[in-house]
């Protein structure tokens, strides 16, 4: 049986999903408007693997036959200052999703909510991929510096994403 405590963080977590899908479609905004079209790609296809992640929280509730309850989202950061800037950004957002998963599994475990804890490991292992591609990005903009040759091939590589 799944508990209300565990109910509620599930929901919050939607919530946080949606949220990153938000943060990167702001992200993606601004890099239109920065002329960095493949960067403004690789946040759109993040912010779409976002959505996939509340989506499946969501059937775990429905095939739990929990209910999903919907929070507000919060109005994303619009402006930015430059693409390490962003990327920066992105890699302390995920991992303060990395903690929130994180203190789902331990209330799974606390509760030996043996179906929670299946689920969340897919998470987990999940937030190692997400915290590790916005940390190559990262490390590539600090070793290019502000160089806007390499900053172009950067944001071509990131097109094919
Ligand atoms: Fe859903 O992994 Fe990013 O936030």
Same mark, same amino acid.
């Given at each position: ?42 946040? !759109? !296809? ?93 490390? !590539? ?21």
């Amino acid at each position: 049986m799944i508990t209300q405590k565990m109910i509620t963080l599930v929901n919050e977590q939607i919530k946080a999903e949606y949220e990153s899908a938000y943060i990167y479609l702001s992200m993606s905004a601004y890099f239109q408007e920065s002329n960095l079209k493949g960067m403004a790609h690789w946040m !759109k !296809k993040q912010a779409q693997e976002e959505v996939e992640h509340a989506e499946k929280f969501m059937e775990y509730l429905y095939d739990r036959g929990a209910r999903v309850e919907l929070l507000e989202i919060a109005k994303p950061a619009k402006d930015f200052d430059g693409p390490l800037a962003v990327f920066k950004e992105a890699l302390k957002h995920e991992q303060y999703v990395t903690a929130r998963i994180n203190k789902m599994m331990d209330l799974a475990k606390e509760e030996k909510d043996y179906a929670s804890q299946s689920l969340l490991t897919w998470y987990v292992d999940e937030q190692v991929e997400e915290e590790a591609n916005a940390d190559e990005i990262v490390k !590539k903009l600090e070793f290019v510096g502000g160089s806007n040759s390499s900053i172009y091939l950067l944001d071509k590589e990131l097109a094919q994403r």
